[in-house]
């Protein structure tokens, strides 16, 4: 359901969160305040004004702790970050810690501290500054510039995103001569085919262990944690091999790659197996000719289409196959949440 709003009574989270549907992407501010002390923090309200002059804008909310001194900085830069650099926006959004701690720089007029590897930036001097409500915005003269390649970080909704490309030839996908049948864009057709093609590439390796698809499977599981129970199998493979884990265990253990863990399990959780030193090595032999195989099609996919691609069949995992984070449940502490 939309909701409608007018000027006299907005809500501020809402209105935040209408001005939140247009994605952005995200950069870093940095300068060196008069008293060279370096300063810098992440913001998405980076646009361009001019061309002729060069001419771009940022605005900064009257309350920061910044503010002084940006204000005061007669210049500053700004940096578009790549995909690749969410924990870098991550750490120039908090308060309290040295930003630049351990940061390989390039010093720009003024001392301007300069970040490396990003998508774009833009080396500016303060033309001028105007009160905008409780942000002050600032227009700089682009004295410099330099960009590569990279893909942008992207902000959309109140979370990070992924931005790639669309190809012209893939937005009307092909139909069936059979009406009625699977299209080009079935989502079964498409990880079918997918998942086939890429494991015809490993198929090999395994031939030459020795081992089925189902042993490599839980060969590859075994490597998740120390020990996996009977139950962990059974629900992180579920859909997957189903009844056939059992016996593809029960072939590892035999051929000496896998064996019973002697720590005891949960009462109902089954026997519990660990991997051999055999099988360990046999394991990360294997996983390393995997990965060869996968950097080698990202490759060719690009590196921002590749993280979509993850992202993507990350969050269709977790919707269809919700039990299946079982295998990965750890001890590993929390991941910070971006300020």
Not at 329 to 339: F, L
Request: hydrophobic content about 40%; some cysteine.
């Amino acid at each position: 359901m939309s909701t409608t709003a007018t000027a006299a009574t907005f809500d501020p989270a809402e209105f935040r969160k209408a001005l939140g549907t247009f994605a952005t992407g995200v950069t870093i501010i940095t300068a060196c305040a008069p008293d060279g002390t370096l300063v810098g923090l992440t913001a998405n309200s980076f646009n361009s004004v001019s061309l002729n002059p060069p001419l771009v804008l940022w605005s900064l909310a009257t309350n920061s702790l910044s503010l002084e001194a940006f204000r005061g900085a007669e210049y500053w830069a700004v940096h578009v970050l790549s995909a690749d650099q969410e924990e870098l926006s991550g750490r120039f959004a908090r308060r309290g810690e040295d930003k630049f701690a351990g940061l390989d720089l390039d010093e720009g007029p003024g001392g301007t501290p300069l970040l490396k590897n990003c998508a774009a930036r833009f080396v500016c001097r303060t033309a001028s500054q105007y009160e905008g409500g409780d942000h002050l915005i600032f227009i700089g003269e682009v004295l410099s510039f330099d960009r590569d390649e990279s893909a942008p970080l992207v902000f959309h909704g109140g979370r990070y995103a992924h931005a790639t490309r669309r190809d012209p030839a893939d937005s009307k996908p092909r139909s069936a001569h059979l009406a009625g049948s699977f299209g080009e864009d079935f989502l079964g057709y498409l990880l079918g085919r997918s998942h086939f093609r890429f494991f015809a590439q490993i198929r090999p390796h395994l031939a030459d262990a020795g081992l089925s698809d189902e042993e490599f499977y839980v060969l590859s599981s075994l490597t998740l944690k120390p020990t996996l129970s009977e139950s962990d199998l059974s629900i992180g493979l579920n859909g997957v091999l189903d009844d056939r884990s059992q016996q593809a265990v029960q072939s590892l253990v035999g051929r000496g790659l896998a064996r019973r863990s002697p720590e005891p399990s949960g009462a109902d959780e089954g026997a519990a197996y660990e991997l051999t030193e055999s099988g360990r090595q046999c394991a990360l032999r294997l996983i390393a000719a995997a990965k060869a195989v996968e950097s080698q099609v990202l490759e060719r996919l690009g590196y921002n289409d590749a993280q979509v691609l993850k992202s993507l069949l990350n969050r269709l995992l977790a919707v269809i196959d919700p039990e299946g984070k079982t295998l990965w449940d750890s001890a590993s502490g929390p991941v910070s949440e971006p300020t």
